[in-house]
């Protein structure tokens, strides 16, 4: 869900009228939509193509970046803050990283996008987890016939 957010976003900020990018600047959780399948992104009246002074919601707001591509990646780091379940340690990451110093800061929603792909390491493939239940199955249950024929 994240990555697809973040796909629409950097889809709006490479977007140019003019020469000039253009930013959403009110990035939260209720202008996210789900319809037909899909996210939305909504409520495009503050999208501009110039950086303007404390425009958008201020609990989703940078207040150094609004109007520009940082402040919507700021934006996106605080749903990401908002709809993680506590205690998930990289999503708070990927949150802090994108609400964060701007130095450390995604400089686009696309590079945070790639950020919060997982890496292979981190799950077990549909087929290998599958594949795991099974062994652990049938383990158990051969486990109350006295042995493990596996």
Same mark, same amino acid.
């Given at each position: 869900?994240?990555?697809?957010?973040?796909?629409?976003?950097?889809?709006?900020? &490479?977007? %140019?009228?003019?020469?000039?990018?253009?930013?959403?600047?009110?990035?939260?959780?209720?202008?996210?939509?789900?319809?037909?399948?899909?996210?939305?992104?909504?409520?495009?009246?503050?999208?501009? %193509?110039?950086?303007?002074?404390?425009? #958008?919601?201020?609990?989703?707001?940078?207040?150094?970046?609004?109007?520009?591509?940082?402040?919507?990646?700021?934006?996106?780091?605080?749903?990401?803050?908002?709809?993680?379940?506590? #205690?998930?340690?990289?999503?708070?990451?990927?949150?802090?990283?994108?609400?964060?110093?701007?130095?450390?800061?995604?400089?686009? @929603? &696309?590079?945070?996008?790639?950020?919060?792909?997982?890496?292979?390491?981190?799950?077990?493939?549909?087929?290998?987890?599958? @594949?795991?239940? @099974?062994?652990?199955?049938?383990?158990?249950?051969?486990?109350?016939?006295? #042995?493990?024929?596996?």
């Amino acid at each position: 869900m994240v990555e697809r957010l973040c796909s629409i976003v950097h889809a709006l900020n &490479e977007t %140019q009228i003019d020469g000039k990018r253009c930013t959403h600047s009110d990035i939260k959780p209720s202008n996210i939509f789900y319809q037909d399948g899909e996210l939305v992104l909504g409520d495009l009246s503050l999208v501009s %193509q110039a950086a303007r002074e404390h425009v #958008g919601t201020t609990d989703y707001m940078d207040p150094n970046w609004s109007g520009t591509v940082l402040g919507d990646v700021y934006g996106l780091g605080k749903v990401l803050e908002a709809i993680t379940v506590p #205690g998930n340690k990289r999503i708070k990451r990927l949150g802090e990283r994108a609400c964060g110093d701007t130095e450390r800061r995604f400089k686009s @929603a &696309e590079e945070f996008r790639r950020a919060c792909k997982p890496s292979r390491r981190s799950y077990l493939s549909p087929t290998w987890l599958g @594949a795991l239940c @099974a062994i652990v199955f049938l383990l158990w249950h051969n486990a109350g016939r006295g #042995g493990a024929d596996v």
